[in-house]
């Protein structure tokens, strides 16, 4: 299964500010999805990155908030803009399926603990 | 919206017993996925196991083997000879409908494995 590097693991950040996190992946997938786990809570889908094409965002989040890059099949960003206390939550990355349709993905990187303070 | 229910938002098991963690669904698809995944403290998201629907047996990994019940859209997790290290949260995933790749999540089961 494809091994995905997140970083960065932990940031603290003033309100107000951006913070741009990168997953980067060991091989080529079709899809990478983007999820937010607030404290306590499970995980819930941002949005789903292809590349070449614009993000599909879930009801809830909008691209001025969580604004994606999916440049190449590897690497993705997203970008949480103009934080407030209520974005501090650990965000995570995941693969789909790898590039060769088989269905040993659905790995997650190591996610990122964001604090807004 | 589609859903998943664990219905045991917290569980005990003494080392070396087994115990069976549930999960229900729902979704309208014929051929899907079905995972669990194991969040420990360090917060990685750890694929348990995982299953075809349109495969009648059920799917085993070591110690962990799932009872899959399609009619009923049951997806149960049996955790055998438990340890210590399967301290963690457990979460049911199964595929979302639509035939997209991305999984939607259960509000998860604390699962505690004492010595």
């Known amino acids: ?117 | 919206a589609q859903t998943v229910t664990q219905s045991q938002p917290e569980m005990s098991v003494q080392e070396a017993e087994t115990v069976t963690l549930s999960c229900t669904y729902d979704t309208s698809e014929n051929n899907y996925y079905l995972f669990w995944y194991k969040q420990p403290p360090s917060r990685q998201m750890i694929l348990v196991i995982r299953q075809e629907a349109y495969k009648q047996q059920n799917a085993t990994e070591n110690r962990f083997s799932v009872n899959f019940q399609k009619a009923a859209k049951s997806f149960s997790l049996k955790i055998s000879d438990s340890q210590l290290g399967d301290t963690a949260m457990y979460f049911c995933a199964p595929q979302a409908q639509g035939g997209s790749e991305k999984l939607v999540f259960g509000k998860g089961t604390k699962l505690t494995v004492n010595p």
């Open chain 1, 1 to 117: 299964s494809a091994v995905i590097s997140q970083k960065p693991s932990r940031d603290i950040c003033q309100r107000g500010t951006s913070l741009t996190i990168q997953c980067q992946v060991d091989s080529q997938v079709t899809m990478m999805f983007w999820y937010r786990q607030q404290p306590g809570q499970s995980l819930t889908l941002i949005a789903t990155a292809n590349q070449g094409s614009e993000a599909t965002y879930e009801s809830g989040f909008v691209i001025d908030k969580f604004p994606i890059s999916r440049p190449n099949l590897t690497f993705s960003t997203l970008t949480v803009s103009n934080m407030s206390p209520e974005d501090s939550s650990i965000y995570l990355c995941s693969v789909g399926r790898d590039r060769g349709g088989s269905n040993y993905g659905y790995t997650f990187g190591s996610g990122t603990r964001l604090t807004v303070v």
